[in-house]
C-alpha cells in the first residue's frame, strides 16, 4: 500500500511514526513546503526570552530520523502539492527548489498540512518591520529584530501575544501590548480570569492597550507605526498575532469541510472520501463540551489525531475520543490552566450554562506556606454536567485541570466533584481538597437558583 502523507509538522510526523511502527516495510512519501519538520511553535517565546538558547533544540525530529524509519520512506522536503484528484488518487508537487512538476498517486493519503497565521486585513501588515509569529524562520527574524530594538509592540491576545508580551518585558524592553477585537484571552477564560492576567502584565511593565483595534501599520528603516482607533503608537518594530486558520485550499472541493474551513473528519480520523485521513490544525476537533466542531490548533489536538490517523489509515481500529482542548500558559510566576467552555462560549453555543468563580488557598493556613486559587468552573444549568473550567495561582495547577478534562470527557457532574474520593496531607492539600470546594460552591449556586 502506497502512503502519501502531506505536512509534517506535529500530525504528520506522529502519523508516519506510527504507521511504521506497525508496518516498517510501507511505502511512504512525505511531501513537505519547509526545509524542516516537526518545530515546536510553542516554544517560541521562551527562545525570544533566552530561556531556551537554541531555536535548533526545538526541532524533536528530523528528515533523517524519518528516512531511517524504513527501507521504503521517502522524505520530500520543500516540495510544495498544489493540486489534488481525490478521484484519481493522485496530486501534483512542485519542486520549490528547481520548479521541477511531477505527479504522485497514493492508496491512501494523510492530510497534515497544518495552518497559517491570521493576517489580519490591515493596511501595511506586510511591511519590513511588521513581523508574523509562526514558524523557526517568524522566531529568528523577531530574535535578530530585537537586538537593536528598545520598544517592541505586540499586536494580539491570545496566548502567543501574552507569552511573548512577557517574554520581552523579562528582557529590558519597553513592551506595548495591543488588543481589542475580542477579550484578552477571550478564547480560554471569562473576563473574571482575564482581568488577572492583564494586572499581572501591568505590574512588570507591560503597557497594556486592550481596548484598542489597530487599523493600520506603517513604517520605515527603524521603526513601525501602529494606528488604531483611538491613537497612534511608536515601536522600533510590532509583531502581530492574531490567531491560526486551517490551511485547507488544497482539498477544497475533494473533502467536506466546515465553514470556517477545517476538514471535518469521523472517529478514525477518516474524511469524507473513505482514502483520505486527516489531522492536526488542518482539522475539526470533536469538542466534547459541546459535542460539535471546533476549530482547536493546539499541539496536543495535533499529535493525538496524527497518531490516530497513522493507526486506522492501516484499517480503522482505534477511536477518536475528541478533546477538551486543556492548555497551560505560565503567566510570571504564575500558573493559568484551562480546559472545556468559558461561560461565554457556552452561552454563544446556546448551552443553559452558568458559572461560579471561588478564591481558596491550596493547603492550610498553619502550613509555612501556601497559596490562593482562583478558580471559575462552568457547568451545564440543566443537567449539571462540567463544562469547563479556570484555574489560576502561584501554585503548579496544570494536573487539576487535566482532572477536570477527564471529568468533562466523562460528562461528570458538579455534583460528582464536589464529592470525589481526594487524598489529604497538609503539606499537599485541605480536608476537602479545593476542587471538591470548587464543586461544592456550584452545588450550592445551582441549588439556590432552583
Given at each position: 500500500m502506497k502512503i502519501a502523507v502531506v505536512g509534517c509538522t506535529h500530525a504528520g510526523t506522529a502519523a508516519v511514526h506510527q504507521i511504521l511502527a506497525a508496518q516498517p516495510d510501507a511505502q511512504v512519501d512525505i511531501f513537505e513546503r519547509r526545509a524542516d519538520i516537526s518545530f515546536l511553535s510553542c516554544g517560541i517565546a521562551l527562545y525570544l526570552e533566552g530561556m531556551v538558547p537554541k531555536l535548533e533544540s526545538m526541532f524533536y525530529d528530523s528528515p533523517e530520523g524519518l528516512a531511517q524509519l524504513g527501507p521504503n520512506v521517502h522524505v520530500h522536503l520543500q516540495h510544495d502539492v498544489t493540486a489534488l484528484d481525490a478521484h484519481f488518487h493522485r496530486f501534483e508537487v512542485q519542486n520549490m527548489v528547481t520548479g521541477e512538476t511531477f505527479?504522485?498517486?497514493?492508496?491512501?493519503?494523510?492530510?497534515?498540512?497544518?495552518?497559517?497565521?491570521?493576517?489580519?486585513?490591515?493596511?501595511?501588515?506586510?511591511?519590513?518591520?511588521?513581523?508574523?509569529?509562526?514558524?523557526?524562520?517568524?522566531?529568528?527574524?523577531?530574535k535578530e529584530t530585537a537586538k537593536e530594538a528598545e520598544t517592541i509592540?505586540?499586536?494580539?491576545?491570545?496566548?502567543?501575544?501574552?507569552?511573548?508580551?512577557?517574554?520581552?518585558?523579562?528582557t529590558g524592553h519597553h513592551v506595548l501590548f495591543i488588543n481589542g477585537v475580542h477579550r484578552l484571552l477571550s478564547?480560554?477564560?471569562?473576563?473574571?480570569?482575564?482581568?488577572?492576567?492583564?494586572?499581572?502584565?501591568?505590574?512588570?511593565?507591560?503597557?497594556?492597550?486592550?481596548?484598542?483595534?489597530?487599523?493600520?501599520?506603517?513604517?520605515d528603516e527603524s521603526h513601525a507605526y501602529i494606528r488604531t482607533d483611538k491613537t497612534e503608537h511608536t515601536a522600533d518594530f510590532a509583531v502581530v498575532c492574531v490567531g491560526f486558520q486551517p490551511m485547507t485550499e488544497l482539498v477544497e472541493g475533494q473533502i467536506a469541510t466546515n465553514p470556517d474551513g477545517s476538514i471535518h473528519v469521523n472517529d478514525y480520523m477518516q474524511t469524507s472520501d473513505p482514502d483520505i485521513y486527516a489531522a492536526g490544525d488542518a482539522v475539526a476537533v470533536h469538542f466534547n463540551p459541546t459535542g460539535r466542531d471546533a476549530y482547536a490548533p493546539l499541539a496536543t489536538n495535533a499529535v493525538r489525531q496524527g497518531k490516530l490517523a497513522g493507526i486506522n489509515v492501516l484499517g480503522n481500529r482505534?477511536?477518536?475520543?475528541?478533546?477538551?482542548?486543556?492548555?497551560?500558559?505560565?503567566?510570571?510566576?504564575?500558573?493559568?490552566a484551562c480546559t472545556g467552555l468559558t461561560l461565554d462560549h457556552a452561552l454563544r453555543a446556546k448551552l443553559p450554562a452558568a458559572a461560579v468563580t471561588l478564591k481558596e488557598n491550596y493547603r492550610p493556613e498553619f502550613m509555612p506556606s501556601t497559596a490562593p486559587i482562583t478558580m471559575r468552573?462552568?457547568?451545564?444549568?440543566?443537567?449539571?454536567?462540567?463544562?469547563?473550567?479556570?484555574?489560576y495561582s502561584k501554585y503548579d495547577i496544570v494536573q487539576s485541570a487535566n482532572l477536570l478534562s477527564v471529568m468533562i470527557q466523562n460528562k461528570n457532574t458538579i455534583d460528582d466533584l464536589a464529592y470525589v474520593d481526594m487524598l489529604f496531607n497538609p503539606h499537599y492539600n485541605k480536608p476537602w481538597n479545593y476542587l471538591n470546594l470548587l464543586g461544592q460552591a456550584a452545588v450550592e449556586q445551582a441549588d439556590r437558583a432552583q
Open positions: 505527479t504522485q498517486d497514493y492508496d491512501k493519503l494523510i492530510v497534515t498540512t497544518g495552518s497559517y497565521p491570521v493576517v489580519p486585513p490591515i493596511q501595511g501588515v506586510s511591511l519590513p518591520r511588521i513581523l508574523l509569529c509562526k514558524n523557526a524562520d517568524d522566531a529568528r527574524a523577531i509592540a505586540i499586536v494580539g491576545g491570545g496566548y502567543i501575544g501574552v507569552e511573548l508580551a512577557e517574554a520581552y518585558s523579562r478564547h480560554y477564560v471569562d473576563e473574571p480570569i482575564g482581568k488577572l492576567i492583564e494586572a499581572e502584565l501591568n505590574q512588570h511593565g507591560v503597557d497594556t492597550h486592550l481596548n484598542e483595534v489597530a487599523l493600520q501599520f506603517d513604517s482505534v477511536k477518536y475520543m475528541g478533546t477538551q482542548s486543556t492548555s497551560a500558559m505560565r503567566v510570571y510566576n504564575h500558573t493559568l468552573l462552568v457547568y451545564n444549568t440543566d443537567n449539571r454536567r462540567i463544562l469547563g473550567a479556570q484555574l
